[in-house]
């Protein structure tokens, strides 16, 4: 039974990287473009109100969603349609509810929060500009999770792909317009995260109607149970939900708290506000490039709710145990190398894609790289803690690990020989002790423990040989074309076949080192097909 139910919630996941590959193409056609049409000062602008909308999303697109889909999963596996629309009905107008207060607040009040939140009185008018999408996403994350619920991901992965392409042409046409008419950075800002209002009313439209075309093939006659009260469905979903939603809106606040501390303890370091806005301008334009390898993580997360869920559920925890750790295996496998791809090539794929950026880039994304390797375990240990019922585990290594990332932002930024570097070394120390703290509580609340040494040391090492076999091919390849200080065009003939050099080897060194095999590849479509390619036994 627990094949199938693997098989069900990796097929779900495959769905959505695939859907993640896509968006991630078209969300560099949207930032690497537009980071060059505002600057690392414009960006800064940019970077800076998405921050604070990040906030506001959080109980949008983690909390209520995943509560949501638990709650569906269970209803599902117990036999109870009635049970889940009724749970469904309650949710909508949940989610409603605080996407209004939130939207409006954003609405009324844009100056206000740059200023109070960011220290950034230019990103008023990007707030402004996003204010509408918080309602809109709260609308969205609610038909996500009832069909999440029922381990149907396609129209989630859909939905997702239309948010980014209409995203994409909105915002940049716009950007370009008016950067191009006004020469106006925070106006161009704000015109290109218009984009992001304009995805969201597009993904809106598009999941109602899965949303409606699921419910019509659901018979519920045969639920004869007795349903819960509103306010008890409503109950249980804020118990599921605030925890998982203030855990990581403890880490979203932080964050938010870390960009005004960052851009605040620049200047008292002396660096004058012209060169401050360049480096934190920097660093937000190295964060998209960071925050790839946990894209890709995502989808597991999401999948892997519902999926553990359902076998709690039907007390079969030798089930919810394989889950967990074909979830941490796979989630190493594809995060690792791209996180240590990051730092060993941070130099060449900053020349290549970030041509206008401060010379600090590659230096931030070396330092970005290693965190994002510990933002991908914590966000999968985080997942099956919630799915297994302790959410406020997550919250609680969240609050402990953005805590030390403040502390370290404050001492590290402020020092002028340090100032930018220091906001990529608190990130890093942040998410590895969210890391520790999860993987130690899973280690002693599961029946049948994750083997940490196959599903986490197995996959770093292989990446680790990885990394070090791209960096020589690169410099081998740079020097040959007449290196090491090569044009970008250069760089890019340098960069791209070391890339393909490094994607063999790492085939080759998971083969040796068996951090994957035949049977993890059987649980993904065309899995078998991809072990013989591959020749993974």
């Not at 349609?81 to 207060?101: D, E, I, Y």
């Not at 590659?362 to 985080?382: E, N």
């Not at 996959?459 to 970008?488: K, N, Q, T």
């Amino acid at each position: 039974m627990h094949e199938n139910r693997k098989q069900n919630y990796l097929h779900g996941a495959a769905i959505l990287a695939i859907g993640v590959v896509i968006m991630k193409i078209l969300g560099a056609i949207y930032k690497i473009p537009l980071s060059n049409i505002l600057g690392d000062a414009g960006f800064g602008h940019f970077n800076a109100a998405y921050s604070i909308y990040n906030v506001l999303l959080t109980t949008s697109t983690t909390g209520l969603p995943v509560a949501l889909s638990r709650m569906v999963s269970e209803a599902n596996t117990l036999g109870r349609p009635r049970l889940v629309s009724k749970t469904f009905r309650v949710a909508l107008l949940t989610f409603a509810g605080f996407g209004a207060v939130f939207s409006l607040v954003t609405l009324l009040f844009p100056s206000q929060m740059a200023v109070l939140l960011l220290n950034k009185p230019e990103s008023a008018a990007s707030l402004a500009a996003l204010a509408p999408a918080v309602l809109l996403v709260y609308l969205t994350s609610a038909f996500r999770g009832y069909i999440q619920g029922h381990s149907d991901m396609k129209p989630t992965t859909i939905s997702q792909i239309i948010e980014v392409l209409v995203k994409v042409i909105v915002g940049l046409t716009l950007a370009k317009i008016v950067i191009t008419r006004t020469g106006d950075t925070p106006a161009g800002a704000a015109a290109a995260i218009f984009g992001v209002t304009a995805g969201s009313l597009a993904a809106l439209v598009y999941i109602a109607f899965s949303y409606f075309r699921l419910k019509k093939l659901k018979d519920t006659r045969r639920d004869t149970a007795e349903l819960p009260a509103n306010s008890e469905i409503f109950v249980k979903l804020i118990k599921i939900g605030v925890p998982i939603a203030l855990g990581a809106s403890v880490l979203s606040i932080i964050s938010l708290i870390d960009t005004k501390l960052v851009n605040s303890q620049l200047l008292a370091s002396g660096l004058g506000k012209s060169l401050s806005d360049t480096l934190y301008g920097s660093y937000s334009v190295m964060t998209s490039l960071y925050n790839l390898p946990a894209a890709f993580i995502t989808p597991l997360t999401i999948s892997v709710v519902p999926a553990i869920s359902a076998a709690v559920a039907a007390k079969n925890h030798e089930s919810a145990g394989n889950i967990a750790e074909s979830s941490m295996r796979i989630s190493s496998v594809v995060a690792m190398p791209m996180c240590v791809g990051l730092s060993f090539m941070s130099y060449p794929i900053v020349k290549v894609l970030y041509r206008s950026t401060h010379e600090v880039g590659p230096t931030l994304l070396t330092l970005l790289g290693v965190a994002s390797m510990f933002v991908c375990l914590a966000l999968i240990t985080s997942a099956i803690l919630q799915a297994n019922g302790n959410e406020r585990i997550p919250m609680y290594s969240m609050l402990i690990g953005g805590s030390v990332k403040l502390i370290i932002s404050w001492v590290l930024v402020g020092n002028p020989k340090i100032n930018i570097i220091g906001a990529p070394i608190g990130t890093i120390v942040c998410y590895a002790i969210m890391f520790g703290i999860n993987a130690v509580y899973l280690k002693y609340s599961m029946k049948y423990r994750p083997k940490y040494r196959r599903a986490v040391i197995r996959p770093l090492i292989s990446s680790l040989v990885m990394g070090i076999g791209a960096y020589g091919s690169y410099y081998v390849i740079a020097l040959i074309l007449g290196g090491p200080d090569l044009s970008r065009g250069k760089t890019a003939l340098a960069l791209f076949p070391s890339i393909a050099i490094a994607v063999v080897l790492y085939v080759l060194l998971i083969n040796i080192t068996k951090a994957v095999t035949s049977e993890d590849l059987k649980l993904i479509p065309k899995g078998e097909k991809i072990a013989a390619i591959l020749r993974i036994k």
